[in-house]
């Protein structure tokens, strides 16, 4: 059973570009999350879809956004990259709408903004 | 008040003894709690959920849940090196009417040879 694969694995972007991660949850799991992590403040929740809408949203900017696809595939978006955004990023693949259920994780994606 | 607390460590046991973890949450109508274990350089992984009040055992480790004190932790017994890692808490939390999964800045924790 595949597991959950997010793309690319590394990112290297200049301030003030965007950027596009992307998600492929685990197969027949309808809710994907996505968190940022830092070392100083540890994994910040960003917003979880489940069919295509989003249920809950985090406490960051708007320049931060995400969508979700039909085939439960997700992506996120962020624009006007400034140097605080650098963090691994990953997402969380969960059977059901998240709580009840635990998560299971993508590899990240490693961004780097300079 | 952060939502979930747990100390960062780092949490030094001696390989063969009990590592207890701890964590506290401030929402006191979570449901659903749980435990991840971070290897440096990869992501999360789930070891152990608990719903309900007590302990709760899977191998070597337990869960433990006490929601009148707003308390959850995990105890690994027989400690081994390869249990080194960064253990995470984390809490369902309301949120705007909806739910989200909120965690912990995580514990270290050392198993010394």
């Known amino acids: 059973k595949a597991g959950v694969t997010q793309t690319p694995r590394y990112l290297i972007k200049t301030r003030g570009q965007q950027v596009t991660l992307s998600c492929s949850p685990i197969?027949?799991?309808?809710?994907v999350s996505w968190y940022q992590q830092t070392p100083g403040q540890g994994l910040q929740f960003l917003f979880e879809?489940?069919?295509?809408?989003?249920?809950n949203k985090g406490n960051f900017p708007g320049r931060f956004s995400g969508r979700q696809f039909s085939n439960s595939r997700s992506e996120m978006n962020v624009s006007t990259l400034e140097l605080g955004d650098s963090a691994l990023y990953l997402c969380?693949?969960?059977?059901?709408?998240?709580?009840?259920?635990?998560?299971?994780f993508g590899s990240g994606t490693r961004l780097t903004v300079v | 008040q952060k939502e979930v607390e747990q100390n960062s460590g780092p949490l030094s046991v001696p390989e063969g003894a009990i590592a207890s973890l701890n964590c506290t949450y401030s929402?006191?109508?979570?449901?659903?709690f749980f435990w991840y274990r971070q290897y440096s350089g990869k992501s999360p992984e789930l070891i152990m959920s608990?719903?309900?009040?007590g302990d709760k055992e899977d191998g070597r480790f337990t869960a433990q849940l006490n929601k009148a004190s707003q308390y959850v932790s995990l105890l690994i017994r027989d400690s081994q090196p390869s249990d080194s890692a960064t253990y995470l808490c984390?809490?369902?939390?309301?949120?705007?009417?909806?739910?989200?999964?909120?965690f912990g800045i995580g514990t270290k924790l050392q198993v010394i040879p």
């Open positions: 969380a693949s969960s059977l059901g709408a998240g709580v009840s259920y635990g998560y299971t």
């Open positions: 197969s027949g799991h309808r809710s």
């Open positions: 879809y489940f069919s295509e809408t989003q249920r």
């Open positions: 929402d006191r109508v979570s449901q659903s």
């Open positions: 608990i719903y309900s009040n």
């Open positions: 984390a809490v369902n939390m309301n949120s705007g009417g909806y739910q989200k999964v909120t």
